[in-house]
């Protein structure tokens, strides 16, 4: 079912509950992949690592050929924002790593990214390992992604979303004393039949609402923000965007269900509820 303008696709339950899965497949992929990261270890191993993880499942990586990309994560490093392609680059110690994920189950896509630091020994907690820039970086991101996510459920319009996003990194940057930019080029998006779909999920406040928010609707709210300026720019190898100043970024993401009975972030294990807690948001359970 499609309403509005812009085509956006309404979801049944059962389709739902389809998204749900992949939702899990591609959680328990970006688990696998930042449990294995160790100085050392190339991205390509990264992608191996994923790779494997939803061939065990039984699905298809919604990233390897889509518009030509050649493999099935995308890996960032350091001033890399979004879209690295996995190679032989090797991961040093006090990387900041994006790794963004997506699979299909039965048609329909999960697509989810996290950021974190790389240590001697491996991923940094955030929660944990405070100091330093990047860790601060990590979790503002982290944060204006969980920020959107819960306008998901007190919001009437997809540009709520944006201003929740905004609204965090403002206060992020403020309590640090920190310049953080918010990517403005590369945004959220529908999601479901298609990886892309209708409606754009914009990181910042904008005079235009966008279409009201409904059940049925599937979200992917993903942030991007630089420990520096938002102008970006593009690679030689047509994929790989990097910030313009060389300032580190960090990339955000998660696929989000609206539902009759409240939300349901399906990338996230527990369906958000760690997340949504400290917005006093408790999302509905799905079966996976």
């Known amino acids: 079912m499609f309403f509005s303008r812009e085509r956006v696709e309404l979801k049944t339950p059962d389709q739902v509950r389809v998204m749900r899965r992949a939702g899990l497949v591609v959680a328990r992929a970006l688990h696998a992949v930042r449990a ?11 992608d191996s ?18 518009h030509g990309f050649p493999a099935t994560i995308c890996v960032s490093v350091n001033d890399e924002v979004v879209h690295g392609i996995p190679g032989a ?13 997506g699979a299909v189950v039965d048609g329909f896509h999960g697509d989810s990214a996290l950021s974190f630091v790389l240590g001697a020994d491996g991923a940094l907690d955030p929660d944990v390992h405070v100091d330093g820039p990047d860790a601060g970086l990590v979790r503002a991101t982290r944060t204006a992604m969980w920020a959107g996510i819960a306008a998901l459920a007190s919001g009437r319009h ?17 309590a640090d004393g920190a ?8 945004t959220g998006h529908g999601i479901g039949s298609a990886m892309h779909q ?31 300026g938002a102008e970006t720019r593009v690679l030689d190898d047509d994929w ?24 349901c972030v399906l ?22």
């Open 36 to 46: 294995a990261a160790v100085p050392g270890m190339t991205t390509a191993d990264l």
């Open 267 to 288: 990338t996230a294990e527990d369906g958000g509820r760690a997340g949504l807690e400290p917005f006093g948001v408790v999302p509905v359970e799905l079966d996976g």
């Open 179 to 186: 310049e953080l930019g918010i990517v403005a080029e590369y």
């Open 158 to 174: 997809v540009g709520d979303v944006g201003a929740a996003v905004e609204a965090a990194v403002e206060l992020a940057g403020g």
């Open 49 to 66: 690592v994923a790779a494997g993880v939803i061939a065990e499942a039984g699905a298809t990586p919604s990233f390897l050929g889509y």
């Open 198 to 228: 209708p409606p754009d999920v914009v990181n910042f406040r904008t005079g235009q609402r966008g279409p009201r928010l409904r059940p049925g609707m599937c979200l992917a709210v993903e942030p991007m923000v630089t420990a520096g």
């Open 89 to 101: 680059r090797a991961l040093d110690a006090g990387d900041l790593v994006s790794v963004d994920c």
């Open 240 to 263: 790989t965007v990097v910030t313009a100043d060389g300032s580190r970024a960090a990339h955000w993401e998660h696929s989000v269900a609206i539902t009759e009975q409240g939300i």
